[in-house]
């Protein structure tokens, strides 16, 4: 059994960017179908074990890695809501410095003033606010006093979370629902304006003719077949799924740049011991940041989570592991994020992405130099013993590449945006190169890493978008 | 014999990487194994890691950590009725 759908626009991918997307473009007037490769959970389902939630609410159970020196995993969240599903809910606009460097390097029409509006419709719609210094939790206070104490730069993060009680699994889903992921904000607000959303639909290329899109062939969860005939498509599968599906789809191949460009803003994280209860997971997990060596590119922003998470991430075996964890409540953790200068690229491989990635030598000294002064926060924050992401007896200035324990969750650039099509993907508007009606709307389109977390500047660039769209009709 | 839990990750994992996984997790578990891996720290690291993960993930191992997951599942589950939230 086959059967089409007809609309003025398909949306595929219900993440940071294409839910933003559908809901601005139906609430303007559109008539939208939204697909979604993964499901909608239901958060009765989210048990706050980590165990049991990476295997549901990411894709291939948040083990994706890339290959390289050193390898990295890369989680990315499966579902209505995408990353943002899963992510610590993190909110910073485009740095100015960030949008003045796209404009004069990849020639884009955006600047802070021309992001504001933006930028305040996302905030607004997802209820971005400060963490509280009691809802940040005694984790975050151990790195304020540091920070305090070595007179470095800090403050508490804005997030999109409304009635948080500070639950301590934001990675996990949020039991009580007061992430204002995209899942239950944007996309309900695209249902109520006639938005159709598809779950547990695959697309499998977008379909073009004569320069222009047609719509999209997918299979629907029940294993069909499904026709989606629309004059507008919006890829935003992700950074590391939209170059496949744009390649399946013979897209933005001719500047050379599909697939290439990925920054990842890798991260580490260490451990400090206290001589008091800190308790990690009572509170929000990433609530407080350090932007001192801002500059230098590394951003220290707070880890924290429950036992097995932490069992996953000391830097430590054996006897040694048991200790520490028998300590867990007095064990504190912070993190740091560097703005990478390397670049990755991705294929696929019978539709599994093979990601490479390799560190330079600036972004493995940022990380050397990041290590280091997790040590000096810490011991400054009068900790008993500290734990750095490093193997034993070897000092940060040392540390090799292969010595780094990272993660990373921040893709970006694969589908980066240049106004010239012989540089990038897609235009300054998010339209793919040489296409009419194909855009990108995720991380894919971002074309530099940032240097602070992405979300709202995903967001903030399907929306304007979406205006866009609307302003030509 | 693997940890139930661990084996429905290991499953959502990517295909090429469950063999590696299971052997890390045979030889993790094994003395002589688990010598053998001190000399690869980064294999020896990760195998460790998914063991440790899927034991304090049970509530036997975490409760006396200060953690109870079924806990904070209820309560948000709680709020999320009493305030009508998604």
Known sequence: MSRALTADACVIGAGAGGAVLAAELAEGGMDVVLLEQGPAHDPDGFTARPVQMLGRLYREGGQTITLGDPPIALPLGRGLGGTTLVNSGTCFRTPPEVLDRWRAEFGLDVDERSMRPHFERVEQALSVAEVTPELAGENAAVARRAAEALGWSHGYLRRNAKGCVGSGVCAFGCPTSAKQHTGITYVPRARAAGARVLTGTGVRRVVVNGGQARGVEARAADGAALEVRAPLVAVAAGTVHTPALLARSGLGADSGQLGRNLSLHPATAAFALMDHDVDMARGVPQSFYIDEFAHEGILFEGAAGPPSYVAMALPMTGRRHQQVMAAYLRLAQFGLMVSDTSRGWLKFMRSRPVIRYDLDHGDLEKFRRGIARLGQLFEAAGAREVFLPLPAHVAPQRARRRDLKLMAFHPLGTARADARPTHGVVDGQLAVHGVRGAYVADGSAVPSALGVNPQLTIMALATRLAFHLLARR | ?86
């Open chain 2, 1 to 86: 014999m693997v940890d139930p839990g661990l084996e429905e990750l290991i499953m959502a994992g990517p295909a090429w990487q469950r063999p590696g996984k299971r052997l890390l997790l045979s030889l993790v578990r094994r003395p002589r194994g688990l010598a053998l891996l001190k000399r690869f720290t980064p294999a020896d690291q990760a195998g460790y890691a998914l063991v440790a993960m899927a034991h304090y993930d049970d509530p036997e191992a975490a409760g006396p950590l200060g953690w109870d997951a079924d806990a904070v599942a209820a309560r948000g589950r709680e709020l999320r009725r009493r305030e009508g939230r998604p």
